[in-house]
């Protein structure tokens, strides 16, 4: 039977694919030390599941809740953006609650797209940043990924280029996967662009707070005139160890704010009412669960940089965000990033996310994820020691598991 025209536009989805290697590995018997999905294994703080075990207790809110967002909680976003940022945010017009920063986005997608809109989007980047627009009918245009003094250039040449005009500009720094940050400076050069050649910038910001440098990443609405063509999204799964929660937000202009809060009145009731109240108690904390959280990953990172280094595997040390991304060892990058990660959950029982599930120039690296903790780490560094020392898996001897089946 032929596939529906949506579904036929997405390509195979590569992490599937490595997560039935792991589950079959697993059924086996093996420890499967996995780094690949980005799912935080640390718990969500005390007084956030207080907060909800308090509410839920209340019968009244547990009837449908508000598709945009309870009125507290979104003064505490603002009020976080004024804190963390010096940006003025109106709660009830630039200010939306999502579930999750994933969902935000699609339906950001599907409420200014039009068929055949053409989007500018980093490449390699997260998948929903370029799939959600191709499922609301739109035309991806790739861009590099580092927000360095080629970023500008490669712009120019993508409106020169693209028939249609493009219609919109993604960004995402702190990013997933590179890591990679960028800085004011960058942002008010981008934001000068997209007010000259009219387009909208979307800003992903969910790893705003997850940072190893002294300099906490900005926001791009920090630019003066960026709130006239930009929506920001940021998300509480990291930042609070919520990721099982779904709450995340858009803050920014007002027009596209309006447009993201009506496709979303006619989808769903928002989160679960206590969700949203805990969320509020979260975002109006003194910051110290944030400060534990970013503590936590800034010790994983410098084990995972240490003890894969010494196992022969080098691993530039991200800046920020819990995720390294991972040059492929020169003696395997023939074999791509899908291939290489099936072999070390055959070989080595360590699991990383592919390179190319996150577009086709992240094919010789693969993303590990810093959601094991310190000890299982050191774990993985010695199996991929083993791993990259043994005469079985030299370079001469290694055939993709594709061509062995």
Known sequence: MEEFHKVRRLPPYVFEQVNRLKASARARGADIVDLGMGNPDLPTPKAIVDKLCEVVRDPRTHRYSSSRGIPGLRRAQANYYARRFGVKLDPDTQVVATLGSKEGFANMA????????????????????AFGFIMSGGVIRSLQAEPDDGFIPALERGMRHSIPKPLALILNYPSNPTALVASLDFYKDVVAFARKHEIIILSDLAYAEIYFDDTPPPSVLQVPGAMD????FTSMSKTFSMPGWRMGFAVGNERLIAALTRVKSYLD?????????????????????????????????????DAFGRAGWDIPAPAATMFAWAPIPEQFRHLGSLEFSKLLIEKA?????????????????VRIALVENEHRIRQAA?????????????PDNVVPLAAQR
């Open 110 to 129: 599907q409420a200014i797209t039009a068929p055949g809109d053409v989007v500018l989007c980093p490449n390699p980047t997260y998948p929903i940043h």
């Open 382 to 394: 010695r199996n991929i020691k083993r791993f990259l020392g043994s005469d079985a898996d030299k």
């Open 229 to 232: 063509v930009t929506v920001e």
């Open 269 to 305: 009731y928002g989160a679960f009412t206590p969700i949203q109240v805990a969320a509020t108690a979260a975002l109006n904390g003194d910051g110290s669960d944030i400060a534990e959280v970013r503590e936590v990953y800034h010790k994983r990172r410098e084990v995972m940089v």
């Open 349 to 365: 029982d360590v699991a990383v996310a592919p390179g190319i599930g996150f577009g086709e120039y992240g094919d010789d690296h």
